[in-house]
């Protein structure tokens, strides 16, 4: 059986595509274009904490006259239903390999624009949690690192995604700026801080739309498949049917967790992101309310979210050159242990009126040395994990984290409530990084020169 003319003209047009060279220049405009996406989704992520306060007086201290702490407390809680959500952005990037790289990575920046629009609207918290939804599901899809990675020089892909990276972080700047553009008399309309996302998403739809070329791996894929004859495809489908027992047993997310929870090694890192993952509310969620409650106005506060970037920007290419020279256990030791001393510093310095520009300093060393030890312990899960279920385990790795995070953070606001803010931070994190840095220090095994091909 011929193949069908859409078909032949479809392969005709993939390879003419596939053909077309794609210039220096080409590079170029699209790896500054795809640092704006990551920019705008490290805003999108950030912005919901960052206006944490006003939020929480809106809607629940005004609203239903409740304390500041009773009200970040219910504000966590209804937060924390936004987390099982990131779980279905795995469906949503799977339609990449269908699709193409292109359209998903525009539906995705429409997404993002999409979720900023609901939360600026929002007249009542149920809304804003939509909104809260929405934003956790296209944060969580990261189509643009696909994409980056594929158009990126072979020789130099770790170097492009590691600036882009950097480049992303430095896009929570905007959150300072945009909040110091909407104060007034130490007011701040936190609305008008999500209006700064949209307008760069809706640039960045526009340019992705007009000058973006699909990839070329996704192309050669698509051509291959097409260049088969019907009979073919039928008869690698049968052959699939006769071997999916086979195969089965060999890759897929059973076999993952089934591998993850025999082997001793795999085990022990995942059951070691618990206390990890029990501590990001108290690291990384409240820093705008500790700042407020500690005395620094909107303005200070806006301040040392000008400058935090810039310091977690440095830590995280820090902390990669750290684990791949020490090692890493040593890397994740020396990370848990910078987390803990400079939220100290942080919480300390905002408590006693600090430059608020030394604050952020203090808070973008500590976030992103908290951040910085999660990707840690990420990479040594990988590094223990065979290469044929890698990306399933990735995917059980990726749930467990998320109940995990959810269940540390219903923890988290009962110690809240009984110890308050600032004291339920310092003393829960202390605990779960101490129990992380020895667990990993003296339960698993270095990683840092394995061979992945090797590991069974």
């Known amino acids: 059986m011929a193949k069908t003319r859409e078909e032949v003209s479809l392969l005709n047009k993939l390879k003419k595509e596939v053909q077309r060279p794609q210039t220096t220049l080409y590079f170029i405009g699209m790896f500054v274009l795809l640092c704006a996406v990551m920019m705008i989704d490290e805003f999108a992520s950030s912005t919901p904490n960052s206006v944490q306060t006003a939020v929480v007086n809106e809607f629940f201290v005004q609203g239903m006259g409740q304390t500041s702490e009773q009200g970040a407390a219910s504000f966590s809680l209804l937060s924390t239903l936004t987390m099982p959500i990131s779980i279905l952005a795995v469906l949503f990037i799977s339609l990449c390999d269908r699709v193409g790289r292109k359209p998903i990575l525009i539906a995705s920046v429409i997404g993002m624009g999409a979720a900023m629009l609901v939360c600026f609207w929002s007249p009542n918290f149920e809304v804003h949690v939509i909104g809260r939804l929405l934003v956790t599901f296209f944060i969580a899809t990261d ?69 973006a070329k699909e990839t070329i791996p996704f192309l050669q894929t698509r051509i291959a498949f097409l260049e088969k004859t019907p009979e073919q495809r039928r008869a690698e489908r049968e052959e699939t049917k006769r071997n999916k027992k086979k195969d089965a047993e060999q890759s897929g997310i059973l076999p993952a967790f089934k591998y993850v929870f025999t082997h001793k090694q795999a085990r022990r890192i995942l059951l070691l992101t618990i206390p990890n993952g029990f501590a990001m509310m108290t690291m990384s969620g409240y820093y705008e309310l ?167």
């Not at 929570?172 to 609305?191: G, K, P, V, Y």
């Not at 990479?379 to 109940?403: C, D, H, M, Q």
Request: aromatic share 10%; hydrophobic share 55%.
């Open 143 to 211: 189509v643009h690192q696909i994409y980056m990675l594929e158009i990126a020089p072979q020789k130099n892909r770790a170097l492009f995604m590691n600036i882009a990276t950097g480049v992303g972080i430095l896009g929570t700047m905007f959150i300072s700026i945009a909040r110091s553009a909407n104060t007034r008399e130490d007011m701040l309309n936190w609305r008008r801080v999500f209006l700064v996302p949209i307008i760069g998403c809706i640039v960045c739809i526009l340019l992705i739309a007009l000058v």
């Open 290 to 456: 500790l700042m407020t409650t500690s005395g620094m106005s909107t303005t200070q506060v806006s301040a040392a979210l000008l400058v935090y970037p810039l310091a977690s920007a440095t830590v995280a290419v820090l902390t990669g050159v750290i684990a791949d020279k020490l090692g890493r256990r040593p890397a994740l030791v020396i990370t848990a242990g910078m987390a803990v001393v400079f939220l100290f510093l942080f919480v300390y310095g905002a408590v006693n009126q600090w430059n608020p520009y030394i604050v952020g300093i203090l808070y973008g060393i500590e976030v992103r040395s908290y951040w910085g030890m999660s990707g840690i312990n990420g990479l040594a899960f990988k590094e223990n994990i065979p290469t044929r279920i890698r990306a399933s385990a990735g995917a059980v790795s990726g749930i467990f984290g998320t109940i995990v995070m959810m269940l540390g953070s219903i923890f988290v606001l009962v110690i809240v409530s009984i110890l308050g803010l600032s004291p339920a931070c310092l003393i829960w994190s202390t605990l779960m990084m101490g129990i992380s840095a020895v667990g990993f220090f003296f339960l698993v095994k270095e990683t840092k020169d394995v061979e992945l091909e090797t590991i069974e």
